[in-house]
């Protein structure tokens, strides 16, 4: 494998170098990408230095740098996970021929389509988040955000080299159009519907990165088991910085969940309008939370029945989350899947051909995470002794696309009827007044140490630092301004 070439332009382990041309090309776009980064990227924080990881190697230890930097400095880098020596083709109708190290001519397009909708979710989630940082509940979280974000867009690198290198023209102009989308702009949308929702507070944030970002693993995970080489190498690599985004998010809604529970206790109450009314989220208002963006990004997993995924399956383009360890037949022609469809008020069993439930399969790997992290969340509520347990809604909740998109399910996956939907709505998802609350709550607390009163300390920081430490370090010209929050509870 060639060696890591910190020093250059563009930070690599691609010896990118030895190709002039696709240098140049991928330096041409570069100044566009920062101003791209510029405009979309985190909002008012540019000058200031922060505490960031930067990927320096893909080793097992040591790939990454900790240091204080200015987000427009950070080396974003293009890295891809060591080569696999005689790796072959994991699944579908080339099974067993080696993996290719080059695009296979009769699926280019499919297989530039693929990496076109993975890299537009990229620079979409940055630019969701960019007025997060404007009320962060502490500089730990502040920072948080910003690695999430400088990584998000270290991954939209990862898939413009696969373009540039691999789909000549058609891949440069793809390229220009991942910085010419715009998340929720009518004119110009990103791809997936998910990724044009407005991020606004951070409660929406820990659940974007707990569940979209999670929908992004398994996407990754799948990825990862392509027979085109590149790109299994370069999402493997990818999803060893994805991991912190996980824990963003759950350790984020985990917290606030402490907070919650820990002014239940002490109010003695599990009134919301008392959790409120002392600057706490109330659990039902975390529950509809929850609902709402589970529901959402189980979406992101495409048709039950899909033969676009059958397709990719084929192709061999696209595997099942750990193809090889998990699965015997790899082929999975002649195999059937059983999916629940609604007929009237029942539910059924259908037998659908294997390949055709590949999104399904997807999903219900992705299903069974969340479960394990609801399970975590509420383990934080049994240890402070509540008795109140959130729960994972059923997929069919809440769906606007798929087969169960139309038609009304209560939570627990029952068809109901439209007008028992109408009354309880409001029960299961955010209302407005839902929404205004938990944003009257965003108030800025950027001080060393101190914490906004909605959400918990966490248990330790950042790469063996205190909670109270300075992860940013404010320019002068704006310190006074971002230090000026009224006083809060310290960490
Ligand atoms: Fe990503
Ligand atoms: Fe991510």
Redesign the pocket.
């Known amino acids: 494998m060639a060696k890591v070439d910190l020093a250059a332009r563009i930070p690599n382990n691609v010896d990118l170098s030895s190709d002039r041309r696709l240098q140049r090309a991928l330096e041409d776009w570069q100044p566009r990408f920062f101003d791209w980064w510029m405009e979309m990227g985190p909002e008012g924080f540019q000058a200031d230095q922060v505490y960031l990881r930067t990927a320096i190697d893909v080793g097992r230890d040591g790939w990454a740098h900790f240091d204080h930097v200015r987000m427009p400095e950070y080396r974003w880098g293009i890295f891809l996970a060591p080569a696999e020596e005689g790796r072959v083709i994991p699944c579908g109708d080339h099974f067993g021929q080696p993996a290719w190290q080059k695009v296979p001519g009769e699926y280019r397009n499919m297989l530039r389509r693929i990496i076109v909708t993975?890299a537009d979710?990229?620079p979409a989630?940055v630019e969701q988040q960019r007025l997060l940082g404007q009320t962060a509940p502490s500089l730990y979280d502040l920072r948080n955000l910003f690695q999430?974000n400088v990584?998000?867009g270290?991954?939209?690198w990862a898939m413009v080299y696969l373009l540039h290198t691999y789909f000549g023209r058609d891949g440069r102009e793809e390229a220009e159009d991942l910085l010419r989308r715009r998340s929720g702009n009518p004119d110009s949308p990103r791809i997936l519907g998910t990724f044009n929702e407005p991020v606004e507070d951070w409660l929406s944030f820990f659940m974007f990165t707990t569940f979209t970002?999670r929908d992004?693993k398994f996407q990754?995970l799948a990825l990862a088991e392509s027979g085109f080489d590149p790109l299994s190498r370069t999402t493997r690599f990818?999803l060893t910085?994805?991991a912190h985004?996980m824990f963003v998010g759950e350790t984020g809604v985990g917290r606030v969940i402490e907070r919650t529970a820990d002014l239940m206790n002490e109010l003695k109450t599990e009134d919301p309008d008392a959790i409120r009314a002392h600057g706490g989220i109330d659990l039902p208002t975390i529950q509809r939370y929850l609902n709402r963006w589970f529901s959402s990004s189980i979406n992101l997993f495409g048709g039950e029945q899909s033969s676009n995924a059958a397709h990719y399956f084929a192709a061999g383009l696209k595997g099942r989350y750990k193809e090889l360890e998990r699965f015997e037949d790899h082929v999975a022609l002649d195999a059937a899947y059983e999916l629940p469809t609604v007929v009237g008020d029942e539910v059924r069993r259908e037998q659908i051909p294997l390949r055709n439930a590949m999104n399904e399969i997807l999903r219900d790997d992705y299903v069974g995470d969340c479960e394990f992290v609801v399970d975590r969340w509420n383990r934080t509520l049994e240890k402070a002794g509540r008795p109140e347990r959130l729960t994972l809604p059923h997929r069919r909740f809440n769906r606007d696309m798929g087969i169960y998109s139309g038609r009304p399910f209560d939570p627990e996956g029952r068809p109901i009827a439209p007008e028992v939907w109408e009354a309880q709505r409001d029960r299961w998802l955010p209302t407005r007044a839902d929404v205004d609350f938990v944003r009257s709550l965003m108030q800025p607390e950027l001080r060393v140490g101190r914490i906004a009163g909605w959400i918990a300390p966490p248990r330790k920081g950042i790469n063996g630092n205190d909670f109270a430490w300075e992860y940013v370090r404010f320019d002068k010209s704006s310190a006074g301004v971002k230090l000026g929050a009224e006083p809060s509870r310290t960490g």
């Open positions: 993975q979710t990229e989630s999430v990584e998000e270290r991954h939209l970002d992004g990754l990818m910085e994805e985004h």
